[in-house]
Every structure is written in C-alpha cells, then in structure tokens.
T-cell receptor, first 110, second 115 residues
C-alpha cells in the first residue's frame, strides 16, 4: 500500500462545476500537508497548504481530518484553466521528507 | 520569486555511463531535494540535503549519489546509468526556518532517457 493515496481519475467536469478530491495517508506521524498543482510537462507548484482547521483560498478549500488520516480539496466554479493534475503531499521525519500521492487528473470542459 | 534551475531539460545517455544532473537555487534555501517522477508512481524522493556537505537518503537512493559542496547547488549522480533510471528528475528546495510547514519549490525537470 502506498503511503499517500489518491484516486488517479480522470475527473471530467463542465465549467462551473464543483469537484472534490480526497487523499489518504498512512503514516500517523505526518506533520504537515499540502496540495500542489502540476500542469502537463511542467513542474509541480504549490496550490495551498492544508491547516488543521481547514482553509480557503478563493475558489479552493482544503480540509484535514487527522483522525481518519485524509485531506481533501474542493474546487468551486471550475474554470478551464483548472485542468491539471493535483498532487497531495505530506511532510514527515521532522519536515525533511515530503511524500507525494500519484496525483488526480482533472479535465474541465466548456 | 524562487528560481530553481536544472542544467538540462532533456538528456539521453547510454547504459553504464556516469551521469550528472545539476541543480541551482537562488533563494538561499537550506534544504534541497531530488525526486524522480514516473507515471502511476508519482514523485519519489531519492536524496535530500539540509546543509552544505550534508546528505540523507530518501526512499529510493539505490543507484544514485549526491553532492552538495555549495549551498546553492545540489548534484545528482548516476554512477552507472541503467534503463530503469529513465525518468523525469525534479530538483526542489525549501526554507529551513519554517521547515515544519515549508513548501517545496521545484525546478522544471530533466527528462533522462537511458538507452
């Protein structure tokens, strides 16, 4: 079993839709959590950190459930430009190791 | 803006060759990392370094070594390249001050093909 697991998708949604991704992690010692976005043939870029109380950045909302060991990302009012692969990531081992999920592919269509 | 620069975008090498991948960052970050990314497997940590001349193994260090002689530069070395090392290699850096919650800043990757 992988340490960080995501549904690979793809998720195909129309513009304006709300879409949610989940990610589970197996190491209870994981300390901090992130969502990265990766466009085709590009490097991953930080989308948002995930805080214990949940946090929002515009159309994006991230949640953390430590008891169940999962994090989620909600995208509201999807745009064509949201089409990308979304990677969840967890830090452990004193913050020096960031472990990534394999990513969830999102296609937003007009 | 943080800039992480990888020396080559595409590289083709032969089996058995010694391969050097270079990475330079310009934001005085203490931590540097090498990952490889493969379809279906995601990013996997090869090695990381939290200071000059310091190095730590990641989850898949076999067949690789690293060098960090200067703070801004972190090199990945494939001692004897093999076909199963064909992959996308990504370098990243992060701050130590906020190590607990410090995100990674990635270079744009080196696509290595070993034939």
């Amino acid at each position: 079993r992988k340490e960080v697991e995501q549904d690979p998708g793809p998720f195909n949604v129309p513009e304006g839709a709300t879409v949610a991704f989940n990610c589970t992690y197996s190491n209870s010692a994981s300390q901090s959590f992130f969502w990265y976005r990766q466009d085709c043939r590009k490097e991953p870029k930080l989308l948002m950190s995930v805080y214990s109380s949940g946090n929002e950045d515009g159309r994006f909302t991230a949640q953390l459930n430590r008891a169940s060991q999962y994090i989620s990302l909600l995208i509201r009012d999807s745009k064509l430009s949201d089409s990308a692969t979304y990677l969840c990531a967890v830090n452990r081992d004193g913050g020096f190791k960031t472990i990534f999920g394999a990513g969830t592919r999102l296609f937003v269509k007009a | 803006d943080v800039k992480v620069t990888q020396s080559s975008r595409y590289l083709v090498k032969r089996t058995g060759e010694k391969v050097f991948l270079e990475c330079v960052q310009d934001m005085d970050h203490e931590n540097m990392f090498w990952y490889r990314q493969d379809p279906g497997l995601g990013l996997r940590l090869i090695y990381f370094s939290y200071d000059v001349k310091m190095k730590e193994k990641g989850d898949i260090p076999e067949g690789y070594s690293v060098s960090r002689e200067k703070k801004e530069r972190f090199s990945l070395i494939l001692e004897s390249a093999s076909t199963n090392q064909t992959s996308m290699y990504l370098c990243a850096s992060s701050l130590r001050d906020s190590w607990y919650n410090s995100p990674l800043h990635f270079g744009n990757g080196t696509r290595l093909t070993v034939t």
